[in-house]
C-alpha cells in the first residue's frame, strides 16, 4: 500500500450497529480498508453485546454503554514502525456485534409422528407443536460454536437445529415418563415445564439461552382419534337402553316430514321398534343364559296328558274326517258325533 492509498484510508471513529430488523443475531463490523485506531468510541446498546476479537482469538467482551478501545496491540497512527510497512497494520482486530432481544413466537412441531408405549392404549403415534422463544446469553460462546466468523448470522440458519433439538427432547420426554396420552393432553403446562427444563442445558452449550417453551396442541393420528371419540361418546351416553328409546323418539318428527305425514311416522316408528328390539336383543345376549333344563321342564306338559291340540282334533267314526273344531254332526256325511 502507497502512501497515497493511506491518505485514502479512512479511520474507524466509531464502531456501532442499528439492527434494521429482528432477523438478525450476530453481525460483524465491515473493517475492510479501515483501521481501528487507538480511542475508538465503541457504542453498544441495550439489548447487544459485543466480542472484540484480535488475531483470531475473542480479547474481550463489551456490554451496554460507550467503550474506548486502548490496548498496545491496536495499530497506531503515531507508531513509527508502521513508516517500514508503509503504514500497512501487522495486526488483524475485528468487533463482532450480538443482538440479546428475546426471540418471541418461534414454532415447533412434530414434521413425524412420535411413536410411543401407552400404558392405556398401548403403542400411539403422537403429534405436537407450539412456540418457543430464545435469546443469546454467552455471546462468546455463540460466536466460537455457531457463528464464527461469518459477516451475519441469521434467525434463519439456527431455526432447524433448535427445532430439532426441542423436538428429539420431546419424544424422549414422551418415552421415559410413562406419562398417558389423556394425561399429557390434560397437563400440558406441566409438560412443556418438563421439557424446557430438559432442553436448556442443550441451548445452552451453544450460548443460548431458552427463556420460554410452549405445548399448544397433543394429538394423536385422525384414526386413533375418531376411535377415542367413539369411547368419549359411548362414556357420556351412559344406559344404552334409554339412549336408543330417545333416538327413537328423536327420529319419528324427522320420519315424518321425510316419510309424508303419518304414513312417514309409522314407517319411523317401525323402523326404530325394529332398532330397539335389535339392540335390546344385542344387550340380552350379554347377559347369562338360564339353565336349559329348568325352562324345558317347565315349558313340557305332564306325562300322559294330550296337548291342546290333540284334544280340540276329532274325528268322524263313518267317513274319519278330521275336525278341528267341537261339532255334534260331521260336516263332510252329517253323521252324529260321539
Not at 475473542?58 to 496491540?73: C, E, K, Q, S, Y
Not at 393432553?185 to 441451548?203: C, G, M, S, W
Not at 306338559?301 to 273344531?325: E, K
Request: hydrophobic fraction near 45%.
Amino acid at each position: 500500500m502507497g502512501l497515497m492509498d493511506f491518505v485514502k484510508k479512512q479511520f474507524i471513529d466509531i464502531i456501532e450497529w442499528t439492527e434494521p430488523g429482528d432477523d438478525v443475531l450476530a453481525w460483524r463490523f465491515p473493517t475492510a480498508d479501515l483501521e481501528i485506531q487507538q480511542g475508538t468510541q465503541l457504542v453498544v446498546r441495550e439489548t447487544q453485546m459485543a466480542v472484540f476479537v484480535h488475531e483470531g482469538q475473542v480479547a474481550d467482551l463489551f456490554g451496554p454503554g460507550r467503550h474506548m478501545i486502548r490496548t498496545r496491540n491496536l495499530p497506531l497512527l503515531t507508531d513509527l514502525r508502521h513508516w517500514g510497512k508503509l503504514f500497512e497494520s501487522p495486526f488483524k482486530s475485528e468487533v463482532y456485534f450480538f443482538s440479546t432481544r428475546l426471540r418471541l413466537n418461534q414454532t415447533w412441531g412434530t414434521a413425524l409422528p412420535v411413536t410411543v408405549r401407552d400404558t392405556e392404549f398401548g403403542a400411539v403415534r403422537l403429534r405436537a407443536y407450539g412456540i418457543y422463544s430464545y435469546r443469546i446469553a454467552a455471546p462468546e460462546r455463540f460466536y466460537e460454536r455457531v457463528s464464527g466468523t461469518r459477516e451475519s448470522y441469521l434467525v434463519g440458519d439456527l431455526e432447524g437445529q433448535l427445532r430439532s433439538t426441542l423436538v428429539t427432547t420431546l419424544a424422549d420426554h414422551f418415552g421415559e415418563s410413562h406419562v398417558p396420552f389423556l394425561d399429557m393432553a390434560a397437563n400440558q403446562v406441566e409438560l412443556a415445564a418438563a421439557v424446557r427444563d430438559r432442553a436448556a442445558p442443550l441451548l445452552a452449550e451453544l450460548g443460548l439461552a431458552l427463556e420460554g417453551f410452549q405445548i399448544q396442541n397433543v394429538s394423536l393420528p385422525e384414526e386413533l382419534q375418531r376411535r377415542l371419540d367413539e369411547r368419549i361418546g359411548m362414556g357420556i351416553v351412559g344406559d344404552l337402553g334409554r339412549y336408543t328409546q330417545f333416538q327413537v323418539a328423536q327420529s319419528i318428527p324427522l320420519a315424518a316430514e321425510q316419510g309424508g305425514g303419518a304414513a312417514g311416522a309409522g314407517v319411523g316408528v317401525g323402523a326404530g321398534i325394529a332398532m330397539g328390539q335389535a339392540m335390546a336383543q344385542a344387550i340380552g345376549a350379554t347377559k347369562p343364559a338360564e339353565p336349559a333344563s329348568r325352562d324345558a321342564a317347565a315349558a313340557a306338559p305332564p306325562t300322559g296328558a294330550a296337548t291342546p291340540a290333540a284334544a280340540a282334533t276329532l274325528i268322524c267314526g263313518r267317513c274319519q274326517a278330521r275336525l278341528d273344531r267341537p261339532s255334534k254332526f260331521c260336516p263332510e256325511c252329517g253323521a252324529p258325533l260321539a
